[in-house]
C-alpha cells in the first residue's frame, strides 16, 4: 500500500505542474471564462483542486488551512494559486512519506464539510478517494484545456512512470516462465 500512496504522490506533484504549465499559456480570458465546467472556469477548477487538497490534508493531519467553501477561489492570481499548488503538493508528498502500513491500515475521525457530521473510516481508501478526486477534478480541467487549445499535455499515469522510472520499484513482479517480457522503452517490464 504504501508504494503505491507514493507512487501517486509523486504523480500528483508531477501531472500538477503540466496543468500549471497548460494554465499559465493561455490567455487571461480564456483562463477565467466560464466555459460551463463544474467549477465554471480553469481557474474555478484549479481552486477547488487546491481548496479540496486543503481539507483532506486537514482531516489526515491535523494541521494547516481547512476550507469550508467546496467553489471558494482561495486565490485569484495564478501565479499565487501556482505556488501554493506547489507547497501543497510538498506537503502531500511529505505526508505520504512519513506513513507507515500500521497508519495505512488504521483509522481517522474527522467532520464533513456540507452536513457536518462525524466519520470514522479506514486511512488507506480515504487516501485512494483523495487522489481519485484529483484525477477526477483534474478530467474536467484537461477538458477544458483540450477545448481551448486544440491539445493538452497527456496527464496519463503511464507516461509519469516512463518519464520518471516509477513503473519498476512499485510494480515489478518476477517473471513467470510462461510470460515473456514486453519491452516499452529500454527497460523490461512484465506484462
Avoid at 491500515?105 to 473510516?121: C, K, L
Avoid at 479506514?122 to 478517494?129: D, I, N, S, V, W
Wanted: glycine share 6%; hydrophobic share 40%; proline share 5%.
Amino acid at each position: 500500500m504504501k508504494a503505491q500512496f507514493t507512487m501517486l504522490a509523486a504523480y500528483n506533484e508531477w501531472v500538477n505542474r503540466r496543468l500549471y504549465g497548460a494554465a499559465a499559456a493561455l490567455p487571461e480570458r480564456d483562463y477565467r471564462a466560464d466555459r460551463g465546467a463544474f467549477f465554471g472556469s480553469l481557474h474555478g477548477t484549479l481552486n477547488h483542486l487546491l481548496l479540496g487538497d486543503r481539507i483532506w490534508l486537514h482531516r489526515f493531519t491535523g494541521e494547516g488551512a481547512e476550507p469550508t467553501e467546496l467553489d471558494a477561489i482561495l486565490y485569484d492570481d495564478l501565479a499565487a494559486l501556482r505556488t501554493a499548488r506547489e507547497a501543497e503538493d510538498a506537503r502531500i508528498v511529505a505526508y505520504v512519506d512519513g506513513l507507515t502500513e500500521a497508519a495505512l491500515a488504521g483509522t481517522i475521525r474527522y467532520r464533513t464539510t456540507r452536513n457536518p457530521t462525524a466519520i470514522e473510516q479506514y486511512l488507506a481508501p480515504l487516501l485512494t478517494h483523495f487522489f481519485n478526486h484529483q484525477t477526477h477534478h483534474r478530467g474536467q480541467a484537461h477538458c477544458l484545456l483540450t477545448a481551448l487549445t486544440g491539445e493538452a499535455p497527456s496527464f496519463d499515469l503511464l507516461v509519469f512512470q516512463r518519464q520518471t522510472g516509477s513503473i519498476l520499484p512499485f510494480w515489478f513482479r518476477p517473471r513467470q516462465p510462461s510470460r515473456p517480457y514486453v519491452f516499452l522503452t529500454t527497460s523490461a517490464i512484465p506484462e
